[in-house]
């Protein structure tokens, strides 16, 4: 449960209302380098119809630019966002609610609308992480303002806000899943190794994406991976967890680093991963999956390791065409 507020801590309504009042200033005043500051990477970003993770600051940026058109266009006078309510999930995470009120002169440019905002403490500053609007458009960056009261209302009620007190971070169960792949894939044993997936789900390479329908669509990539292991005499695939976070209560994404080691040394990898992760009939798989990998030949048994992931933004935009 979220914590009580002790009285050493500060109030967090007023925490989460200087921080309203500091970006809603930012927005109108065109100042997109105060509010892409105010935020922290990875950031969530929901609409009722959209959902998306900012991982990039340059795509952070473009769609601060985009608020900031879409305000000016709708000849918006005042941008006021009032808090409702502010709980600390601990001492360095605050969830709350607020409304919204768009207006030209007295006039509303949009029916007033509800959010709620994960504020956390990172380096004695607060930053946004995670932010649910209850605005209509089905994909990001928002142009147009176009409110959806009340979409949110019945997720609000339900069990996120719980989840999120439970599990401010969701390292411990994704560092579980990922230690379990690692053990199938030491193992050689392929059918545990897929009791890990969902079936369909996405792969997602530097430039490729896949579907995988059913278990031979991945034996190829887990054959060279186990294949590496046993050649090499390696000991042993290691991953190791470097965020997760709740999208929902029975959703989380994550991001890992995988290696392949003999002794103390490294023989294959990095391989940066981001992984997501659904809860259903008591267990964890993983649904969508991408690596820091270049199909060398096109067979998914030949790949060059890369520096970065492809970002998610970069994924939608190319799955579109």
């Known amino acids: 449960m979220p914590i009580e507020t002790p009285a050493l801590l500060p109030d967090p309504h007023s925490i989460y209302q200087d921080w309203l009042d500091t970006a809603s200033a930012a927005l109108m005043d065109g100042n997109v380098e105060e509010f892409v500051s105010m935020a922290s990477l990875p950031f969530i970003q929901r609409t009722s119809r ?155 390479f530097d430039d490729t994406d896949i579907r995988a329908e059913r278990p031979e669509d991945i034996r190829a990539f887990f054959d060279m991976i186990t294949d590496q292991i046993r050649d090499s005499g390696a000991d042993r695939m290691i991953r190791s967890a470097r965020y997760a976070e709740f999208l929902s209560d029975d959703r989380i994404f994550g991001y890992h680093d995988a290696i392949i080691v003999k002794g103390d040394d490294t023989i294959f990898g990095p391989v940066k991963s981001r992984m997501m992760l659904i809860h259903s009939e008591g267990q964890w798989r993983c649904n969508s999956v991408t690596n820091s990998l270049s199909e060398n030949d096109r067979s998914q048994t030949d790949f060059g390791v890369l520096g970065d992931l492809p970002t998610m933004r970069k994924i939608q935009e190319r799955m579109r065409k």
């Not at 009120?101 to 029916?111: D, E, G, I, K, M």
């Open 50 to 204: 959209c959902e998306t993770v900012l991982e990039d600051r340059a795509d952070l940026w473009n769609d601060v630019e985009n608020v900031v058109q879409a305000l000016k266009g709708e000849q918006v006078t005042h941008y006021i966002r009032l808090v409702k309510k502010a709980r600390y999930l601990d001492e360095d995470a605050i969830e709350g609610w607020h409304t919204t009120y768009v207006l030209r002169n007295a006039t509303a440019v949009t029916p007033t609308y509800g959010n709620r905002m994960i504020l956390r403490k990172i380096s004695d500053s607060w930053k946004v992480t995670e932010a649910d609007h209850e605005l209509s458009g089905d994909r990001f960056p928002v142009m147009v303002l176009r409110s959806d009261p009340g979409s949110f209302e019945k997720v609000w009620r339900g069990a996120k806000a719980d989840i999120s007190a439970t599990h401010a971070r969701a390292e411990p169960i994704y560092q579980v899943f990922i230690d379990s792949m690692s053990e199938a894939m030491s193992a050689s044993d392929f059918a545990s190794w897929c009791e890990h997936f969902t079936f369909p789900y996405d792969i997602h």
